[in-house]
């Protein structure tokens, strides 16, 4: 029952120190940048809120339905409380969970925590936010803008998340990236139609019967430019380091041996995955970074644009 | 119905739960982080971190075959490192005539990501098992973490059991309604059908928690609540504690510095 829904809280023993340190370092900054804007914007009636929610996004995870064949699709929470919360307080919410579910219950663990932090709370709260917002503001606030937005943003973030978890796995050695980044990322796709399908339903009933909840005006406010950088650089960061680390499976792993972290790699006799060895895939490689790039900036260029446009629109109607 | 037998607390009498929460969670944080930094295929000194786990379940009272049974929850995750067998650098194993050849460090990795993976997850389960929520609380204040935080995973662990016992019951309701969850047979409606009822099920729990969220801070507020979470000073480490806080970091260190030595 408390096993957790997607393979994704990344256990103690599968990330080098030198890993998990970082990933701290990162989960603490993101937590106190939270802390400061939640007790900046949102005051002291936030706290009990939080812990309640965080409680309710724990209990929520227990909430299935069963898809076939003995399967069942899960809610994960992260893009709910995002969209229900604003990136900062569901940042907060989810580092609750995440810090809960491995103090007690081992799901993940307690040296590994900074990057399930990291994972399941930066991350896939910032992308689904992004996300959620950029829908919405393609929509103006029709309720198709709720339904395809809940839905993106569920099930983006749960891909997103879990490419993160399997870079880190990859950056550690523990996994070679070219088979645990399309595994993680094929077996979240499936997995993020069941988040994606419960939130869109979460989303709907609180429409019906508490619209005040859904009602973006409040925590728009409070995100601000900071948050779109944040999700550009998260993008862009992802949309570099998943073609290069699936298209040179060893490339992670070699710049963690010349850290000195890893056992020396020597040439091998024999390789199951040659096709990396293909001559050209360098500019393959940075074809399909460059075009990723490209493409995020767009979307964003885009959307920022669209941001604008609106709120010009706004103030002057 | 309560759900109480969540929390993996044992009430026991032992030195283990005797000893100050502070001194439990630094040393069993500075454990695993030695279990992290001990080089793969170290044997010897892992060995002798899964002597240290296991002495600590025993010191504990906890029932051995439970802790090494519930550690061995984390080792499906293992399949992740699995390919390494096959991808990792480094001398190969051929198997027979099957052509099919496995990397020596890659085996290597693996059973150490395994084993490391089981001895930290053991240490977690004694700190778990041994420790109170409202203990550990204390400890994270002790260890500086920020004071809003550390009110937030009170009032979390306050309510955790209230709302996991509100998502049940939730999860009853439709049970009895629909007959039983049962997918062979298809019941209640399509896919999508199910999915929104689950998503309408989590909307719902989500409502009422806001609603307790707002009646708690209204009963917080009433009773002088001003933001400010203030919690009684807690009291310096004996002398018992600190003893036992040096022994501790010093085998530790003994441990981390073993496989260094005679590398």
Excluded at chain 1, 216 to 243: C, E, M, N, Q
Aim: net charge positive; glycine share 10%; proline share 4%.
């Amino acid at each position: 029952m408390l096993s957790s829904p997607a393979q994704m809280h990344v256990p103690d023993g599968f990330l080098t120190t030198t890993v998990s340190i970082v990933l701290w370092v990162l989960a603490v900054l993101a937590i106190v940048v939270a802390l400061r804007r939640v007790g900046n914007d949102l005051g002291e009636r936030q706290v009990p809120l939080m812990g309640v929610l965080a409680a309710c996004i724990f209990a929520g995870q227990m909430l299935n339905f069963p898809v076939a064949g003995g399967t069942s699709g899960h809610l994960i929470g992260a893009a709910l409380a995002a969209i229900l919360l604003g990136p900062w307080a569901g940042i907060l919410v989810l580092a609750c969970v995440t810090g809960i579910q491995a103090l007690i219950f081992q799901d993940g663990g307690l040296l590994a925590m900074g990057s399930n932090i990291v994972n399941m709370g930066v991350v896939s709260v910032f992308t689904a936010w992004g996300v959620y917002r950029i829908v919405q503001m393609a929509a103006r606030g029709a309720r198709w803008g709720m339904i395809v937005g809940g839905f993106a943003a569920a099930w983006i973030s749960v891909v997103v998340a879990s490419m993160a978890a399997a870079l880190q796995l990859a950056a550690s050695g523990a996994s070679p990236a070219n088979v645990a980044i399309p595994t993680m990322a094929g077996v979240h796709m499936l997995i993020g139609i069941g988040e994606g399908l419960i939130t869109v339903g979460a989303l709907s009933f609180l429409a019906a019967t508490r619209r005040d909840l859904v009602s973006h005006d409040k925590t728009a406010a409070v995100a601000g430019r900071g948050v779109w950088i944040a999700g550009l650089v998260l993008a862009i960061g992802l949309a570099v380091a998943s073609p290069l680390a699936s298209t040179h499976p060893d490339g992670l792993e070699r710049v963690a041996a010349d850290i000195g972290f890893l056992d020396r790699a020597q040439s091998s006799p024999y390789k199951i995955f040659s096709d990396y060895m293909i001559p050209g895939i360098h500019n393959q490689a940075l074809s399909t970074i460059v075009a990723g790039v490209v493409g995020v900036l767009l979307v964003f260029v885009v959307a920022y644009g669209v941001a604008r446009m609106r709120r010009g629109a706004n103030t002057a109607s | 119905m309560h759900v109480h037998f969540l929390d993996p607390y044992q009430d026991l009498r032992s030195p283990v739960h005797a000893l100050d929460a502070r001194v439990k969670l630094v040393l069993a944080l500075v454990f695993i982080l030695v279990v992290s930094l001990t080089p793969n295929g170290a044997w010897a000194s892992l060995l002798l971190l899964f002597a240290v786990a296991v002495s600590a379940v025993l010191l504990a009272g906890l029932n051995v075959g439970y802790v090494l049974r519930r550690a061995g929850l984390a080792l499906p995750f293992a399949l992740a490192a699995l390919p390494l067998v096959f991808t990792a650098p480094g001398a190969r194993i051929e198997l027979g005539a099957t052509g099919i050849s496995l990397s020596q460090i890659g085996i290597e990795r693996l059973l150490s990501i395994f084993f490391k993976s089981y001895v930290s997850m053991q240490m977690a389960i004694v700190l778990a098992s041994a420790t109170s929520f409202p203990d550990l609380l204390q400890a994270m204040r002790a260890i500086r973490l920020p004071k809003l935080l550390v009110a937030i995973f009170g009032l979390m662990w306050r309510y955790l059991f209230v709302l996991v016992d509100e998502a049940m019951r939730l999860l009853r309701a439709r049970d009895s309604r629909s007959g039983a969850l049962d997918a062979a047979r298809n019941v209640g409606g399509s896919i999508s059908w199910r999915a929104r009822s689950a998503g309408g099920m989590a909307g719902n729990l989500f409502m009422r928690s806001f609603e307790r969220g707002d009646r708690i801070y209204d009963a917080m507020a009433a009773r002088g609540y001003d933001g400010e979470v203030r919690s009684m000073r807690h009291p310096a480490l004996s002398a018992q504690s600190l003893r036992v806080l040096v022994a501790g970091l010093v085998l530790l260190s003994v441990l981390f510095a073993l496989p260094r030595l005679f590398a």
